[in-house]
C-alpha cells in the first residue's frame, strides 16, 4: 500500500489538521494527496488549501449515492490514494466504494464503540451516563461505525461536564491515536482475526 492519504471530511476539518501536523512535524511517514469535501464551505477545505494541499469540493446535492461514489472514486484514483481516511465525513459510503478500498479506509468515532454509534456520540454518552467514553479508529466496513477497531481511547466523564468540555476532552484524544492508527494500517503492522485487529509493535 502506498503512503498517500485522501481525506474525505464535511466540516471543521481538526483532525485532518491534526494528521497533517503530523506528517509536518516529521511524525507520520505519509503524505495527504489530497482532501476532498461534500460541502463547499468546509472549513477544513479551507485549512488544506492554506496548506497548498490539493482540495476539491464535490457538492453531493441531486446525485444518488452510487452516482457521487464514482466521482469520489474517480478522484481518489487519479490521485493515486493509498489509505482513505474519513475525517468528519457525514456521509454513509455505498457498498462498491467500500469494496474498491479493502481494509483500506479508516474512520474516527468520538465514542468507545459499539457504544454509542451515529450522531451525538457524545451527547448520547453524556444522557445515558456512563463513567467513561472515549473515541475509536476502525476499518470502515459496510454498516455504521462497526469494523474491526484499531486504536482506541479512553475519556472519563466527569459530574460537570457539559457537552462541549467533554467533547473537547475526547477530540484531544481523536487527534492523537488517528495518526497512531494511520501508521499501524500503513506500515502493516497488524493482522486481523475476526473482527480482532492484532497489532505488532514497532
Ligand atoms: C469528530 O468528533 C469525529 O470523531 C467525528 O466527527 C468529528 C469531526 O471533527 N467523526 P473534525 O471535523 O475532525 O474537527
Excluded: W
Amino acid at each position: 500500500m502506498n503512503n498517500r492519504l485522501g481525506i474525505l471530511l464535511s466540516g471543521r476539518g481538526s483532525n485532518f489538521q491534526a494528521i497533517s501536523d503530523r506528517i509536518l512535524a516529521g511524525r507520520l511517514n505519509a503524505s495527504i494527496a489530497c482532501v476532498i469535501s461534500n460541502r463547499p464551505e468546509a472549513p477544513g477545505l479551507a485549512i488544506a488549501r492554506q496548506r497548498g494541499l490539493p482540495a476539491l469540493s464535490i457538492p453531493s446535492r441531486g446525485l444518488d449515492r452510487e452516482s457521487y461514489d464514482r466521482l469520489l472514486l474517480d478522484q481518489l484514483r487519479a490521485h493515486d490514494i493509498g489509505l482513505v481516511c474519513l475525517a468528519g465525513y457525514m456521509r454513509l459510503l455505498s457498498a462498491a466504494f467500500i469494496r474498491a478500498y479493502p481494509l483500506r479506509i479508516l474512520n474516527i468515532h468520538p465514542s468507545l464503540l459499539p457504544s454509542f454509534p451515529g450522531l451525538d456520540a457524545q451527547h448520547q454518552a453524556l444522557v445515558h451516563g456512563v463513567r467513561f467514553t472515549g473515541c475509536t479508529v476502525h476499518f470502515v466496513d459496510e454498516d455504521l461505525d462497526s469494523g474491526p477497531i484499531i486504536e482506541q481511547a479512553v475519556v472519563p466523564v466527569e459530574d460537570g461536564d457539559t457537552l462541549e468540555t467533554l467533547s473537547a476532552r475526547i477530540l484531544v484524544e481523536e487527534h492523537r491515536i488517528y495518526s497512531e492508527a494511520i501508521a499501524t494500517v500503513l506500515e502493516g503492522r497488524y493482522r486481523i482475526e475476526g473482527r480482532r485487529v492484532l497489532k505488532y509493535p514497532r
